[in-house]
């Protein structure tokens, strides 16, 4: 009977720890309206707001700087290549 009740606190213990040390990470950060992604803050920006027109133009503004920054990489890839 003692060793059933001894490795069940065990147990519990074991637990506790595993949570208590994930905390820190899960605690880390700003506050959820503050900290956003930038596919988050268009949405929030488009549907939460209404302002779709201001969100559009985020949007477009980000698809031309990843297609400029690729545009550039993949014309450095193909420079080493010859």
């Not at 001894?6 to 503050?34: H, I, K, L, W």
């Not at 201001?54 to 193909?78: E, G």
Request: aromatic share 10%.
């Amino acid at each position: 009977m003692l060793v059933l009740w001894a490795s069940s606190v065990s147990r519990e213990c074991d637990e506790e720890e595993r949570t208590t040390a994930r905390r820190p990470t899960q605690d880390a950060g700003g506050f959820a309206n503050e900290t956003h992604l930038l596919g988050t803050y268009i949405y929030t920006l488009g549907t939460g707001s209404g302002d779709f027109g201001m969100s559009s133009a985020v949007s477009i503004l980000m698809l031309v700087l990843t297609v400029i920054i690729s545009w550039y990489y993949v014309r450095s890839l193909m420079k080493e290549e010859s």
